[in-house]
């Protein structure tokens, strides 16, 4: 027998569209829960944490309890209060001490901001330590614009350490005016006109990226297009995809978390930098490579158990 499945999945941001559907906790705050048999309309799917159910209130009834629902509610009500206990420090929580996670928006159960705050702190040190252990080539390119015929104007990449391995000004071989993208990077036809072209450089980075074991890059295969270098076998990390995830501004047209520039990350790290000058973006990556990379991988419950 298959059991007709008539509720929608949708994401937490979508629910603003339903304003009369609400989950039983919300029902109940207003002294209200849903009739005998009445059947959910939706499910809240959220990533980390349970996903949960709503009810149309139109189909609802004034909140009474029988025996069974009675013992039921004790039940809850000791794991309500387990949960709002952190594991760490073993204190019950007030609203304030709570932790609230931006990404999921919601608070966190069994943990406080203090201990979560502290344990963050300690395992992201180490992460970014053992991270940057790696042997990293974090590259940019400035380039006359964005479509195949355009040129690279100005080639950088810096080390795990942050040393500069190169970072070169290029004159494009067949490209005299490029206005649209000065705009964007400053670099004009003037600036490179005594300069070498990208083709004198390749060789050296083509060593840059064969010695190295990871690629790092912010939107990295737009510069591995203009550099037409082979990075085969090689960790390729874009850091675009993964702040995006952290960053987590979902799209409800594409179904996944939209983009950020790389300014809207390294604010988001507290790096302060304005140039789009590519010396300056590939330090803003490098910078912002581990902490992104932590915040992706990171969550909480690895170190304190799974949610119950
Ligand atoms: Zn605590």
């Known amino acids: ?41 939706a499910l809240v799917n959220r990533k980390h944490y349970d996903s949960y159910y709503l009810y149309d209130i139109e189909k609802t009834t004034e909140f009474k309890l029988n025996n069974k629902q009675k013992n039921e509610l004790k039940r809850r009500r000791k794991l309500n209060k387990e949960k709002r206990t952190c594991r760490v420090c073993k204190k019950v929580m007030q609203e304030k001490d709570r932790y609230y996670d931006q990404r999921e928006e919601c608070f966190l159960d069994y943990i406080c901001k203090n201990c979560y705050d502290k344990i963050y702190k300690q395992h992201q040190e180490e ?73 004198f450089y390749k060789d050296k980075v083509q060593k840059l990226i ?52 790389l300014i809207n990350c390294a604010s988001y790290y507290n790096y302060e930098f304005e140039s789009h000058n590519s010396l300056d973006d590939a330090c803003a990556t490098w910078y912002c490579y581990p902490r992104a990379s932590f915040d992706y991988n990171f969550n909480i419950y690895d170190y304190i158990g799974r949610e119950k």
Not at 163 to 189: D, Q
Request: with cysteine; glycine share 4%; charged share 25%.
């Open 210 to 261: 064969d010695e190295a074991d990871v690629i790092v890059g912010y939107n990295v295969y737009f510069d591995l297009d203009f550099l037409k270098c082979n990075y085969e076998g090689k960790k390729i990390v874009d850091v675009m995809n993964i702040f995006a995830y952290v960053y987590g501004e979902w799209s409800n047209y594409y179904k996944n978390y939209k983009w950020q520039n």
């Open 127 to 199: 992460y970014i330590n053992n991270l940057m252990n790696e042997n990293i080539t974090c590259l940019d390119v400035e380039t006359t614009g964005l479509d195949s015929d355009d040129e690279i104007l100005q080639i950088s990449a810096i080390n795990s350490k942050g040393e500069i391995l190169i970072n070169e000004f290029c004159r494009p071989e067949f490209k005299t005016a490029w206005e649209e993208a000065t705009w964007i990077h400053g670099i004009t036809p003037e600036q490179v006109k005594e300069c070498k072209s990208y083709v």
């Open 1 to 41: 027998m298959t059991r007709k499945i008539n509720f929608i999945n949708i994401y937490p941001s979508e629910r603003e569209k339903y304003p009369n559907w609400y989950s039983k906790t919300e029902l109940k705050k207003m002294k209200l829960m849903p009739k005998i048999n009445v059947k959910p309309v």
